[in-house]
């Protein structure tokens, strides 16, 4: 079975950073997809950073997060700087052995899920 399972969510004032991770276990992920994904209240769930074929950033983060991945350990990073109160979302990661060339960044394509973390940046 597998699990994806991050962590690393929290509080911070604006300005400061967080490192999210996500620790995968059940199999490997490491030539797949993998991505961070995002929802706040009301809106619809949306990418901010994945890797497969290069790597994708939402324009609201690039320059701000760095995605990461770690194959000996199966793991994912979200390195996030400068976060700003409209970053403040549930964060997930998520992953899936195709290596389709395009969707990548879509919800849809990812066949696995973490459980989510809160991130919550006050002003």
């Known amino acids: 079975q597998v699990q994806l399972v991050e962590s690393g969510g929290g509080l911070v004032q604006a300005g400061g950073s967080l490192r999210l991770s996500c620790a995968a276990s059940?199999?490997?992920?490491?030539?797949?997809?993998v991505g961070w994904f995002r929802q706040a209240p009301g809106k619809e769930r949306e990418c901010v950073a994945a890797v497969l074929w290069g790597t994708y950033y939402a324009n609201s983060v690039k320059g701000r997060f760095t995605i990461s991945r770690d194959n000996a350990k199966n793991t994912v990073y979200l390195q996030m700087a400068s976060l700003k109160p409209e970053d403040t979302a549930v964060y997930y990661c998520?992953?899936?052995?195709?290596?389709?060339?395009?969707?990548?960044?879509?919800?849809?394509?990812?066949?696995?899920w973490g459980q989510g973390t809160q991130v919550t940046v006050s002003s």
């Open positions: 998520a992953a899936d052995p195709i290596r389709a060339t395009t969707g990548w960044t879509n919800p849809g394509y990812y066949a696995y």
């Open positions: 059940g199999r490997t992920f490491s030539s797949g997809a």
